[in-house]
């Protein structure tokens, strides 16, 4: 049985039992976004990056195992059952989680080319990160244009539908800024290195620009009509994603801007990245403290676990990224320190959704979708 959905019409009070599919949506990337977001910051993490380089190795293979298994599921769930894939493009909500297939890509595509030479020829895993960062920045461009194309003028929204899954359509660009930037260098000429260089710093601005837009409508949504208190809380954590992400793509490409243009214009794009880090570092520190209140009033409530937990891990993990380029870049040992910090509270946000995620994989619930994703009402007090 299946718990009944109020939904408010008019003045009565209607209730409705949703009907419930087994299959596997395009949120299930997300773990994939989680696992291989850990690999790379332990990659580079400060002052202990070293000593954990045989566990970020493990945890890129095992990202990397992950996201071959679902893109096989997901492949041939397109091929013999179409319909499936319509009803979730259909589905305004779980729609938005179109972007999270690139940026599993993209991420996984980073610890090939961060790790990958441990475990193969340096050649073969430059070229297992170009084809996932080409394959993850072609699908999601597409996500970032046709899910908000399909938002303006299909998916029917109310008032207080603004939620952090509106931001993962568009925030696969900035990942693949990030990566680009991994990538440049292995360019086979000083023009194409140029060329994709200025692409990534577009690509970054196309995603900060629409990130901004939103989370200034989820910003709205919380003052005016407050939060569901459900599952869709651990979304506000998303939006760390693109502050911790564009810290990172711009610390990443300020330094490869160095070495590939002209002095004057390659000191600018460095001086750049910390005149811009450090600031959006601020607000990023200030909505994780805004979020993590929120979220502890929902836990407190009785907040039932839901895939949307492992929003709690890929944001945190690019803040984690976005503070490692920080430390770079001043030098300054307490910076790094907040990065170690910040890193171990990431294991603990993986570890919180993987033992959710095992759990409801054993009793089986988690793989029941809705049909149509029933509305979600935010509400004060």
């Avoid at 954990?52 to 890129?60: E, H, P, S």
Wanted: a positive charge; glycine letters at 10%; proline letters at 6%.
């Amino acid at each position: 049985m299946t718990d009944p959905v109020h939904v408010e019409t008019g003045t009565a009070a209607v209730t409705e039992t949703p009907q419930y599919n087994r299959e596997i949506g395009p949120n299930w990337f997300a773990s994939v976004m989680g696992t291989g977001i850990i690999a790379n910051a332990a990659a580079g993490l400060p002052l202990v990056a070293e000593q954990l380089t045989g566990f970020a190795i493990t945890v890129w293979v095992i990202a990397a195992i992950m996201l071959v298994l679902l893109l096989v599921i997901k492949t041939a769930q397109a091929i013999f059952k179409p319909h499936i894939l319509k009803r979730q493009l259909n589905d305004g909500v779980m729609a938005q989680f179109f972007g999270a297939p690139p940026m599993a890509m993209l991420t996984v595509g980073g610890g090939s080319v961060l790790l990958g030479h441990h475990l193969m020829p340096a050649d073969l895993a430059i070229t297992i990160g170009w084809v996932l960062w080409i394959a993850g920045t072609l699908t999601g461009l597409l996500t970032a244009v046709i899910i908000p194309y399909l938002h303006f003028t299909r998916y029917e929204t109310e008032d207080d539908a603004a939620f952090g899954g509106w931001l993962m359509p568009v925030v696969p660009p900035m990942v693949s800024a990030t990566i680009g930037a991994m990538l440049i260098p292995h360019a086979s000429s000083a023009e194409l290195q140029q060329t994709l260089l200025y692409a990534c710093y577009a690509m970054f601005g196309l995603s900060l620009m629409a990130s901004i837009i939103i989370i200034t409508l989820i910003w709205r949504r919380l003052s005016h009509s407050g939060t569901s208190g459900g599952a869709r809380v651990p979304t506000l954590w998303i939006v760390l994603g693109p502050l911790g992400q564009s810290i990172t793509a711009i610390g990443s490409l300020g330094v490869v801007a160095q070495s590939i243009l002209p002095p004057d214009i390659g000191s600018s794009f460095h001086t750049m990245a910390l005149l811009y880090g450090i600031p959006v570092w601020g607000f990023a520190f200030y909505w994780s403290m805004i979020a993590g209140l929120l979220t502890i009033r929902a836990i407190r409530r009785n907040m039932p676990f839901a895939l949307t937990w492992w929003a709690f891990t890929f944001p945190v993990g690019t803040c984690v990224t976005g503070t490692t380029q920080l430390a770079h870049y001043t030098g300054l040992t307490l910076v790094s320190w907040m990065a170690v910090v910040l890193f171990f509270g990431l294991l603990l946000a993986w570890l919180t959704a993987a033992v959710g995620t095992a759990k409801g994989l054993r009793k089986g619930h988690i793989l029941h979708v809705p049909a149509k994703a029933p509305p979600v009402k935010s509400r004060k007090g």
